[in-house]
């Protein structure tokens, strides 16, 4: 279904959208509002998938128990030592 509405733009924005439909980007300034649209209901999809792994990840950490928890300073030594005989 497709609604008829009325957008206003700020000279900017109008320029911009005339310059791609007369440039044959877009069919019309209408498909070019549709894709831009487009695009942001996909970012937010997105966001909100990565959000959702990020909130998982996050609950899954703090269900581990502190006996496995990383030895930051032991980490950093191996690291450094790594690091000193790569470097020699």
Do not use: C, N, W
């Not at 487009?38 to 999809?45: G, P, S, V, Y």
């Not at 690291?79 to 000193?84: G, L, P």
């Amino acid at each position: 279904m497709t609604v008829k509405t009325t957008l206003s733009f700020t000279d900017r924005h109008h320029r911009f959208l005339t310059e791609k439909v007369d440039a044959g980007v877009f069919a019309s300034q209408s498909a070019l509002v549709a894709a831009a649209l487009e695009q942001m209901i996909q970012d937010e999809e997105e966001r909100e998938v990565a959000l959702g792994a990020l909130a998982d990840e996050i609950r899954g950490r703090l269900q581990t128990p502190r006996d496995a928890f990383l030895d930051v300073d032991g980490a950093f030594a191996r690291a450094r030592a790594r690091a000193s005989q790569g470097a020699g």
